[in-house]
């Protein structure tokens, strides 16, 4: 063979392999641009490292995920630190809160971005609700969290309660780390209302946490029923996100799923 046909072939062959590399990697990232980012916030006495094996779940399947780490001061500090996240996504966002996080994405989830929302064992308050009037008269026999009276400002869980109360079903040393490393949480987030809740106007998912000590089941039930939620329920703690995180994404595949099917209709 000539030079100038080995030149030829190897010219070819070489053009015809990028073509095909770029051809995958195109494909590659128009199946990844299809799927909604997600956004996903954690709620009080805790920051956003409990969700990282959510976030290894979804992130294998392509999906961009941002994990909000909120200060719990306020709610509307939470709110803007939320909306940064959101705002950082190209296209379409699935927000996801946890506990005191579903009143932060309540709020934040006006956000023209938020596609839908995924409530994880929290609260989903109304308009002029806060965490404050949702726990202000429990049900009898419901559980009461072992919160420290303020300090601050701030307030606490006990720490030798926190497992029972907070991460029953978490292991034992992981449990002990949460209790040690708590987010003090901020008296004024527990009094910020909601202005206009997003779940009146954007689908929502709700998980439900059955053996919750923090968050009543029932009260659970109650707040998904309200705001028109598909409902699943898995046995779990308030930290259920921590201890079956396939759980948890599966709920939130299943709201972005919906988001991608709506694109493309």
Do not use: C
Request: aromatic share 8%; proline share 8%.
């Amino acid at each position: 063979m000539s030079m100038s046909k080995i030149a030829k072939f190897f010219t070819t062959a070489v053009f015809g392999a990028a073509v095909v590399a770029a051809g995958g990697a195109a494909t590659a990232t128009a199946a990844t641009q299809a799927k909604p980012g997600i956004v996903l916030v954690h709620g009080g006495f805790v920051d956003g490292s409990g969700w990282e094996g959510v976030y290894k779940i979804l992130s294998k399947d392509g999906y961009d995920v941002t994990i909000v780490q909120n200060p719990t001061i306020s709610l509307a500090d939470d709110v803007a630190v939320t909306r940064r996240a959101i705002a950082a996504h190209k296209g379409p966002v699935v927000l996801v809160g946890h506990s005191y996080g579903g009143v932060v994405i309540t709020e934040a989830g006006n956000d023209e971005k938020v596609a839908s929302l995924v409530y994880i064992a929290a609260f989903a308050p109304d308009k002029g609700e806060s965490v404050d009037s949702l726990i202000k008269n429990p049900p009898p026999g419901a559980p009461v969290p072992p919160i420290l009276p303020p300090q601050d400002g701030f307030l606490m869980l006990d720490k030798a309660k926190f497992a029972a109360s907070f991460a029953a079903d978490v292991k034992k040393e992981t449990a002990a780390f949460m209790a040690n490393s708590q987010v003090p949480w901020g008296v004024a987030a527990l009094g910020g209302a909601v202005s206009e809740p997003a779940w009146k106007s954007k689908p929502s998912w709700y998980l439900v946490a059955k053996d919750d000590k923090m968050i009543p089941p029932p009260a659970q039930r109650e707040m998904s029923k309200r705001a028109g939620a598909a409902v699943t329920e898995v046995p779990g703690s308030h930290a259920v996100y921590v201890s079956d995180p396939k759980a948890v994404a599966a709920v939130i595949k299943r709201a972005a799923d919906k988001v991608s099917a709506t694109a493309r209709q």
